[in-house]
């Protein structure tokens, strides 16, 4: 849809930015990570098999809850910067971004900019002390919140508890 729109515009005289913002950071990768660790993936790693992790982490979540906090766990180590979670994580994100391009190139789908949640990590500090300078955020509970309750609007969660960072907080810095 958006390469459709993108070629309208363009036949319109319209100068046209392409941008694909992957979700290549957060939560859903603290849960493949954390299956990774404890189930494995065959080698070499392809998409369907970090698909069918995923899957599988997804259904034993139910059975067995302490799941979800350990892939908390793992997004935190990510966001940290522990070494082996980057590395694993950057061959997944590799992996990821082939198979993509597989697809894009068989639908004719050209981007002018690929980005990734991830490409705003260094940013995210300096929107939070910015927020902090103008007084809109608040810690509630331990976390880091912007109060919306003068726009009718739940508190905007920013930074967990434990320290690590949700889409929100990657979104204000993108």
Known sequence: IGQALCNIFRALGYTVVGINHLGDWGTTHGMLLCAYHKWGAPEPITVSALND??????AEMKDDPALAEESRVWFKRLEDGDAA????????REVSLAE???VYDLLG???DDVRGESAYESAMPGVLEDLAD???STISDGAL???????GMPPLLLRK??????????????
């Open 53 to 58: 992790l995923y899957v599988r982490f997804r």
């Open 134 to 136: 103008k007084k809109l």
């Open 100 to 102: 993509f391009q597989k």
């Open 85 to 92: 979670a980057r590395a694993l994580w950057q061959r997944f």
């Open 161 to 174: 508890a434990d320290g690590a960072t949700l889409y929100a907080t990657r979104d204000l810095a993108a």
């Open 145 to 151: 919140v912007v109060d919306l309750a003068d726009q």
């Open 109 to 111: 789908v050209k981007f």
